[in-house]
């Protein structure tokens, strides 16, 4: 399949952009006051939303990934 540039350059901006975003709301889970029990244990809040932010880092490397190896591909055309 042949992907055209402008879709490979959408999709390795949407893995960078994925990341950026996740990184940040991993960052701002860690640090919330809804993730942690009294006695500093993780709350259900906390383990939902992880899941949430790894599954979205998977899928955000994916799809960049699969951009960048267009953009390559384009590019030695």
Request: charge should be positive.
């Amino acid at each position: 399949m042949r992907m055209s540039r402008g879709i490979s350059l959408f999709l390795t901006a949407f893995g960078v952009w994925s990341w950026i975003i996740w990184i940040t709301f991993a960052r701002n889970l860690w640090n919330s006051d809804n993730a942690w029990n009294a006695d500093g244990s993780p709350t259900g809040f906390f383990w939902v939303h992880l899941l949430l932010a790894v599954t979205s880092f998977v899928l955000g490397t994916i799809i960049g990934v699969i951009g960048w190896r267009g953009l390559r591909a384009a590019r030695n055309r």
